[in-house]
C-alpha cells in the first residue's frame, strides 16, 4: 500500500481498523509511519495485541516464537516491501527477491 501516495496513512488506519472488525487477535505491522499508523488504529479498535517491528526478518522471526499449531497467518504488504518474504520463510520456502535475508 506504499504506492497509494496521499491516500496511505488513511488506507493504513482503515487496515488496521477492519483488523479489529474481522476479530483479528493480533496484528505484527512492518515497516516504519504507515506500519505505525495501521498497527496504531488498530489496537485503538480493540486488536488485543499489536506490534511494530522494522523489517521482515525481525517480523518472522517474531511470529515464529509466537505462532502455534492451528494459527492462521496472513501476510499483506506491498510490493516494495517485499512481504512474500516473510510468507516464505514462515512456509519453510527459501527467501527470494532483493537482498534475500537468509
Not at 22 to 38: H, N, P, R, S, T
Not at 69 to 89: E, H
Amino acid at each position: 500500500m506504499a504506492e497509494l501516495g496521499p491516500d496511505g496513512v488513511q488506507a493504513h488506519r482503515d487496515i488496521g481498523r477492519a483488523a479489529a472488525a474481522e476479530g483479528i487477535d493480533m496484528v505484527v505491522a512492518v515497516g516504519d509511519v504507515l506500519a505505525k499508523q495501521l498497527a496504531l488504529a488498530a489496537g485503538a479498535a480493540g486488536v488485543p495485541e499489536v506490534a511494530i517491528v522494522a523489517d521482515n526478518a525481525t517480523a518472522t522471526s517474531y511470529v515464529n516464537m509466537i505462532l502455534r499449531p492451528g494459527d492462521t497467518v496472513l501476510v499483506k504488504g506491498s510490493r516494495s516491501g517485499m512481504r512474500w518474504q516473510i510468507a516464505q520463510a514462515l512456509a519453510g520456502q527459501p527467501v527470494t527477491g532483493w537482498g534475500s535475508w537468509t
